[in-house]
């Protein structure tokens, strides 16, 4: 029995909740860094061309970008036992597990449909990548969303993203580290098979170890609060009151029960998208400001990513990547692939240096000054790489790109965590708005003052409120069947009976907020391929690449100058 409570103990200790959420961060950038490193070669020998493997790649980014909202809006609204966040991270994550078993196997996979195998082959490939790449990047929203929920108090939050952000630089380590090594010639290859086979595999068990864990995770499913939030979405039946329900569930069978159940949540699913337009339409100023902000940033991050291994094969080795194997000038690109490579594994390790200390770091010297701090030093680092010829100051350089990296991933979520932690301050506006929908709400809903009435409920963000409005609580009188709980069966289907709209507008969780953030990352990989290999065509060289970077850093450095960190810039900046 002492066994049991301490083992309870242990897992609903803080930190070894931080732990476990944040393994699938780890599982999560390991499979994308180690996957999405490794497939364009598979797709050049299946026959791809190179101009429509970029295409290829950039089939998640532009995926995500229109689902990542979605997501984040029906998890803010989304009611079940295993709570808000975890049941679309399950989902997401059953879709990289799909993935990483569809690339090793696509070959075998088209030989059980086709004779001529080659063309469905590629097919499922491109499905295998756009969907480890989709769900990979969208799975992180829903992750994030959790760590805020979990962790609500500014400095809880900032450390618990602190480690979010060291996980994600670890995961990279490992990811880029894995597809390196001969497997084929392991002794796992034995028992796992080949080179793509064994690697992929091994992707999947440590994937699955890490999703495992965050059955682990004591997440409070959504308060009876987020009912005046808007449409709530079920993946089960709401379990009532035996106090309030027992004489509706025996007038009615079980059966009727289950079609209103159904017909409720079609009517929700058809309302989502114009409930996400009216939302967009309502984007928190300090929202949309911090959005800029991140999307110029990444914007100069991810072109440089994306573009600095062609930089140093080309620009300062040399090279030429369509040269026949074997050459003088095709092994001089090969050598600058490898040694920028290792400036990216740098970069990774540096980001991790500076996760451990960022919490120090923003401590001792304020968000500002180290989020503004890190915006500025990428723009430098950026032309010192334009204008050196040295390998060794372009890796360094490279390296300490890690410090950008590391706050981005770590002070703009920590920032809309406080806005939302702070709402009568930051979001002002919205929450009178909120209030007067609750209001309405009480107003058209024909049910009376109860038990739970004057229950103080927490927001899901963390603010105490009454389940309804004072004020129209007082004014409507005792009716029969005052002690029916709230969002229970018979609410839905008395409310369906009389013919209860849902014209009421959906309150704004913070996962849909996170989602825009993250649809910055997501912009940001998409618009430097698009335009990228036009600017160095047209310019004839590769230095373009890390220009552009400089480029996008410098109006970064603008925007970020306008962000809302404190109470103080409400009124400097008229938000």
């Known amino acids: ?134 769900c990979g990047q969208v799975c992180f929203t829903p992750l994030e969303a959790l760590l805020s929920d979990l962790f609500q108090e500014p400095d809880n939050c900032r450390q618990a993203f602190s480690l979010y952000a060291f996980m994600i630089s670890l995961g990279g380590c490992i990811g880029y580290l894995l597809p390196a090594i001969d ?6 290859a034995l028992y796992l098979g080949g080179q793509e086979t064994c690697l992929f595999s091994l992707l999947a068990i440590i994937f699955l170890g890490c999703v495992l864990a965050t059955l682990f995770v004591t997440e409070e499913a959504a308060t009876q609060a987020d009912v005046l939030d808007g449409p709530v979405l079920k993946d089960a039946p709401p379990k009532p009151s035996p106090l309030a329900c027992c004489s509706c569930q025996l007038s009615r069978s079980s059966c009727l029960l289950q079609a209103r159940h159904m017909m409720q949540a079609l009517r929700n699913l058809c309302t989502l998208v114009p409930r996400l337009h009216s939302l967009y339409c309502r984007i928190p100023k300090v929202i949309r400001r911090l959005f800029v902000a991140e999307l110029c940033s990444w914007m100069a991050l991810m072109t ?164 309804f409005s004072s004020s129209s609580s007082s004014s409507s009188p005792p009716a029969v069947g005052s002690a029916l709980c709230v969002s229970s069966s018979c609410d839905v289907s008395l409310m369906m009976m009389v013919g209860e709209s849902d014209s009421v507008a959906p309150g704004r969780g913070i996962c849909l907020d996170l989602a825009i953030l993250d649809s910055a990352f997501l912009l940001s990989q998409v618009v430097p391929s698009l335009f990228m290999g036009s600017i160095v065509q047209f310019t004839q060289s590769v230095t373009a690449y890390m220009v552009s970077a400089a480029g996008f850093g410098l109006v970064a450095i603008y925007f970020a100058t306008k962000v809302v960190f404190d109470k103080s810039d409400m009124a400097k900046y008229s938000v």
């Open 1 to 134: 029995m002492a066994q049991r409570a301490w083992v309870s103990m242990f897992f609903h200790n803080r930190k070894t909740q931080l732990l476990l959420v944040n393994s699938l961060t780890f599982g999560l950038e390991v499979c994308l860094a180690a996957g999405i490193t490794y497939v364009p070669p598979l797709l050049l020998e299946v026959g791809v061309e190179e101009k429509f493997m970029t295409m290829v790649l950039g089939i998640g980014p532009v995926l995500g970008l229109v689902f990542v909202p979605l997501i984040g809006s029906a998890s803010d609204h989304w009611h079940s036992s295993y709570g808000r966040r975890r049941p679309f991270i399950w989902m997401l994550c059953l879709g990289v597990l799909l993935s990483l078993f569809i690339i090793p196997h696509a070959s075998s996979l088209a030989s059980l449909f086709a004779l001529n195998t080659r063309p469905l082959e590629i097919a499922f490939l491109i499905l295998g990548i756009g969907l480890l790449d989709f």
């Open 183 to 188: 497997w084929g010639g392991s002794f796992l």
């Open 304 to 467: 440089f990513m994306l573009f600095y291994t062609d930089f140093v094969g080309e620009g300062l080795y040399h090279g030429v990547p369509r040269a026949k194997p074997g050459t003088d000038a095709r092994r001089h690109y090969d050598e600058g692939v490898r040694m920028g490579s290792l400036g990216l594994f740098l970069q990774c390790v540096t980001s991790i240096f500076f996760s451990t200390i960022m919490d120090r770091m923003v401590k001792q010297f304020g968000t500002r000054a180290v989020y503004l701090a890190s915006v500025v030093f990428f723009p430098v680092a950026a032309f010192v790489m334009c204008l050196s010829h040295s390998v060794i100051v372009v890796t360094i350089s490279a390296a300490l790109t890690g410090f950008t990296f590391s706050a981005l991933q770590i002070l703009p979520y920590t920032l809309a965590s406080l806005y939302h932690h702070e709402k009568q301050v930051f979001l002002h506006k919205y929450k009178s708005k909120e209030e007067e929908d609750a209001a309405r709400l009480d107003k058209k809903s024909a049910f009376s003052k109860g038990p739970l009435s004057s229950q103080k409920l927490p927001y899901q963000n963390g603010h105490a409120g009454s389940l």
